[in-house]
């Protein structure tokens, strides 16, 4: 390889963090300049990768008949196999450690340098592909998955700033076989929606990881599920995270019950948007000065 071709390709495998030595400039930049991604090690045991998984298969089980919606398999669809690739949502309301994985004072620490401290969550489900599953389109996620309607996005919008933040924490060995979430290193640096003329399947890297690790991406990298050419199933738990002015994908707060909400506590809170007041009556706001420096 040639010395343009080598300053231009980032360096790959990804690099590894763990909480101990979590260096959340050095993340920023190669979120935003560098690789696209990163792994955090080590943030979780293995009984609560056990309890997560547990939930996750027994509820992608009972929706073997795909009653919930998917995306990204328009292909699969038409195959008729899109029961290959299973979501489960509203995960927080199934079980108290999926709060714990989406609140992980690391992966908070890290979204708050990237994303803003008074960031927000807008998703969280698990995403199962089983044995055979085709995997998905190559895509983005910027700040959702609605990119291959650019017109429909402000003018000159672009990822030199960050609108999005995904998080990828893997219950099963993201391996070549088992679909591994492939991406092009770099490709976040120009907002673009992959098309068939990009050569994705033969540019890509793996985001390739054991049990509990954590993969933190700039949705703006090309990326997708791969198939499943193994004879087990690969899950993941799959939250986004915004800045605290985009509207969130998901209505969250409305999927869960009222004293989940009421117990939450003040990082769920702020993950669920309830901390900042717009949008907000200001016809019926209490008078005086709201806002400003001064306030
Ligand atoms: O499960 C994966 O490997 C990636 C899923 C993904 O990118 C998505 O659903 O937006
Ligand atoms: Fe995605």
């Known amino acids: 390889m040639n010395a343009i071709a080598t300053s231009i390709r980032p360096a790959f495998p990804l690099r590894v963090f763990t909480e101990a030595a979590l260096d959340t400039d050095a993340i920023v930049a190669e979120l935003l300049e ?26 992608s089980d009972a929706d073997a008949g795909g009653a919930k919606v998917t995306h ?4 699969a669809e038409k195959a ?9 949502w509203n995960l927080l309301a199934k079980g108290e450690i999926f709060s714990r994985m989406a609140a992980h004072p690391a992966i908070m620490k890290v979204m708050r340098a990237f994303l803003g401290t008074e960031f927000i969550m807008g998703s969280i489900a698990a995403n199962r592909i089983l ?16 990119y291959h309607s650019p017109e429909t996005h402000p003018a000159r919008i672009n990822s030199s700033f960050p609108l999005n933040g995904q998080v990828t ?9 088992t679909g591994a979430t492939a991406f ?40 997708c599920a791969m198939p499943n050419r193994s004879q087990v199933d690969r899950s993941a738990i799959i939250t986004q995270y915004l800045p605290k002015f985009v509207k969130p994908m998901e209505n969250l707060p409305a999927a869960l019950p009222a004293e989940f909400v009421k117990r939450a506590s003040p990082d769920i809170r702020q993950l669920l948007g309830l901390n900042y007041p717009y949008p907000e009556v200001l016809d019926a706001a209490r008078g005086g000065n709201k806002e400003g420096r001064g306030y």
């Not at 044995?131 to 609605?146: L, R, T, V």
């Open 169 to 177: 924490i893997m219950l099963d060995p993201f391996t070549a076989e």
């Open 80 to 88: 008729g196999r899109i029961n290959l690739q299973r979501r489960v």
């Open 34 to 59: 560098g690789a696209g991604a990163v792994i955090l090690r080590g943030l979780f045991t293995p009984a609560e990768i056990a309890e997560a998984r547990r939930i996750v298969m027994d509820e």
């Open 184 to 223: 092009v290193p770099g490709t976040q640096r120009e907002l673009r929606y992959p098309d068939e003329g990009d050569g994705f399947f033969d540019r890509c890297e793996r985001m390739l990881g054991e049990v509990g690790d954590t993969v933190v991406f700039f949705g703006a990298v090309w990326h």
């Open 131 to 146: 044995p055979g599953g085709p995997g998905q389109e190559p895509h983005i996620d910027y700040p959702y998955w609605d």
């Open 72 to 75: 990204f398999q328009g292909d």
